[in-house]
């Protein structure tokens, strides 16, 4: 084939009747890229217009009618032409070679002819006549075209296999960030054409030699055989992917966060490798989205001693190793406890004692919330029973429990029922997040929880984005202060000024208003003078156990209140 092609004499005696017969397409185009002649083939695949519809039709709008070239392909095809017609192509390098799908690529060899005549020969190349379409299938990701899982990770592997030291495949993993977001503002298929217009622009920063794959959901990876240059492509794409897209006349902003690994350092087989991608990826994540990271050792070192601590919480149960810590509400006015509030604590025998802060969302992300909410519930109400009435007790709600409301709303029923504990003396503090994820559902939870006789309070308030008028929809008895605006009052106004804000609102609207880790007395005057009606916080007394609770009931509290 390609000796014929050299030798321009002998393709001019082609374009007779040999030409005609060649099993591939081949199209002659003049220096405009206009269509000057198709093989019986090319006219089959490419269905150009009749010689009297137009006789010499732009080879783009050939390609583009065909209806069988991705957009971004078409163009790679054209340019490659232009660049042969304007003699732009070096020696030796007139062929290019598309990926159209996984086993699927078009070559493309272009060869002047001379008079202003240029040959184009296209070859459709499908891995295997038969069994390349199963693989095909199996391998290929429907939606956008490009590799499966399965077809990366044969991919990569190959790659492995091969030992050359010039040549260390180097893997790009990354995935669109708030995908989920968006694909609920834009509907399913609206979500479908996001990934595809993110594949079309993968595949304009990308070279041919470059595979690409989806690997699941909105999780995309490419495979660089030589990659010594991964890092450069890694800040292109952040860059590129990140920009607008434009999805059915909507203009969508997505970043994308990515991670590297490159073989060998960073793994040598395709399962450690992807797994380090992941890794690179999760910190870019972490590190807010719109970024890359390359893996390094510390975060495999990151990700171990988190599995260790998943492990350990998912034992702290049953071994009994979480308890409850409980800090007392005082009112201002009377200077008495109204309640307590029940604060998980972790012992582990090597780690110590562990901080909510540190496991609250371990559990959250690991499934274990449910589990923990349940117990702290149950073990809340038992322990408020044996205080004197009517002191309350005040149990945490994590965002994640509102998502089974059903489940919840059970449990909130058996622990009372189970304890004896009259609903009144049962208070939920719930985060303004935990509100603003899926409100309509959340608001009427919280009102069947209310009609039960459930107190419903609004912890750390001012640290989240809800507005003052949406907290009236919800069934709030009681708002608390977030100890950041407490902390900030010696000697900032505005945090003053917040304080009084929120204590006009809540007493407006007949609420009690709680200011959260109040630590001396001057601050206790200063929210008190602000409008606030209760404390809780160091200056009372640190969270305590259940066992202290007696004691601490007996202690005369208008002293520390005084100091
Ligand atoms: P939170 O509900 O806002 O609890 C108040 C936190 O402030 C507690 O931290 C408490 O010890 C701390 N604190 C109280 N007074 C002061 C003070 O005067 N100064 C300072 N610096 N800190 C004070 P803790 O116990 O570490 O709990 C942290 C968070 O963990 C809690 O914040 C709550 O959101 C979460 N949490 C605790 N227990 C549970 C639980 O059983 N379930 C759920 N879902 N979350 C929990
Ligand atoms: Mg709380
Ligand atoms: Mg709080």
């Known amino acids: 084939m390609s000796a014929l092609l050299d030798d321009p004499d002998t393709i001019a005696s082609l374009t007779g009747g040999a030409l005609e017969q060649l099993p591939y397409p081949v199209v002659i185009l003049d220096r405009d890229l206009r269509l000057r002649l198709a093989n019986a083939e090319a006219r089959e695949r490419l269905k150009p217009p009749s010689a009297e519809e137009d006789p010499c039709p732009p080879f783009a709008s050939v390609l583009a009618r065909s209806g069988r070239i991705p957009a971004d392909v078409r163009l790679r095809i054209l340019s490659c032409c232009g660049a042969e017609v304007r003699g732009r192509n070096a020696p030796g390098k007139h062929d290019a070679v598309f990926a159209m799908s996984p086993g699927h690529t078009i070559a493309l060899y272009a060869r002047p002819l001379g008079h202003d005549r240029w040959m184009v020969v296209l070859e459709d190349r499908r891995r295997g006549a038969d069994s390349g379409m199963a693989a095909e299938e199996n391998q290929c990701d429907t939606l956008t075209g490009i590799g499966n899982r399965r077809y990366f990770e044969e991919q990569l592997a190959g790659a492995l296999r091969e030992d050359d030291p010039d040549r260390q495949p180097a893997i790009l993993v990354f995935d669109l960030d708030r995908f989920r977001a968006i694909n609920d503002l834009l509907g399913r298929s609206g979500g479908d054409a996001l990934l595809r217009a993110v594949v079309g622009r993968l595949r304009r920063a990308t070279r041919d030699a470059d595979q690409l794959a989806r690997l699941e959901g909105d999780q995309f990876?490419?495979?660089?055989?030589?990659?010594?240059?991964?890092?450069?492509?890694?800040?292109?794409?952040?860059?590129?992917?990140?920009?607008?897209?434009?999805?059915?006349?909507e203009v969508v902003t997505v970043g994308i966060s990515l991670g590297v690994?490159?073989?060998?350092?960073?793994?040598?087989?395709?399962?450690?490798?992807?797994?380090?991608?992941?890794?690179?990826?999760?910190?870019a994540k972490e590190a807010g989205g719109q970024t890359w990271r390359r893996f390094g050792q510390s975060m495999a070192d990151r990700a171990r001693s988190r599995l260790d601590l998943e492990s350990d919480l998912r034992k702290a149960l049953v071994l009994g190793q979480l308890t409850l810590a409980y800090q007392?509400?005082?009112?201002?006015?009377?200077?008495?406890?109204?309640?307590?509030?029940a604060l998980a604590r972790w012992s582990h025998p090597k780690r110590g004692l562990v901080p909510p802060g540190l496991f609250i969302p371990v559990a959250e992300d690991i499934g274990l919330i449910a589990p923990i909410g349940d117990w702290a519930l149950r073990a809340a109400c038992e322990d408020a029973t044996a205080w004197p009435e009517p002191l309350s007790v005040a149990v945490n709600v994590s965002a994640r429990q509102l998502d089974d409301g059903r489940h919840f709303l059970a449990q909130v029923v058996a622990s009372l029922r189970e304890s004896g504990l009259p609903a009144r003396r049962l208070e939920l503090e719930i985060t303004e997040s935990a509100l603003t994820r899926r409100p309509d559902e959340a608001r009427s939870l919280l009102r069947e929880l209310h009609a039960l006789g459930v107190r419903i309070s609004m912890d750390d308030f001012g640290t989240g984005y809800s507005s003052l008028s949406q907290l009236r929809t919800f069934p709030f008895d009681s708002i608390k202060i977030d100890r950041s605006f407490v902390s900030a009052l010696d000697g900032d106004n505005d945090a003053a000024a917040l304080v009084r804000a929120i204590a006009t609102l809540g007493a407006g609207l007949g609420m009690a208003v709680i200011a959260e880790g109040v630590e001396t007395s001057g601050q206790a005057r200063m929210v008190a003078a602000d409008g606030c009606t209760e404390i809780q916080g160091y200056l009372i007394s640190k969270p305590i156990p259940a066992a202290e609770i007696r004691a601490l009931l007996a202690r005369d509290l208008s002293v520390a209140l005084a100091s």
């Open 221 to 249: 990876a490419v495979l660089q055989l030589n990659g010594h240059a991964a890092d450069n492509l890694a800040a292109r794409l952040v860059d590129l992917l990140s920009r607008p897209y434009l999805v059915r006349g």
């Open 261 to 283: 690994a490159r073989a060998p350092g960073d793994g040598d087989s395709a399962a450690a490798l992807l797994h380090h991608a992941d890794l690179a990826l999760r910190e």
């Open 328 to 341: 007392p509400k005082v009112n201002l006015r009377t200077q008495t406890v109204t309640g307590f509030e």
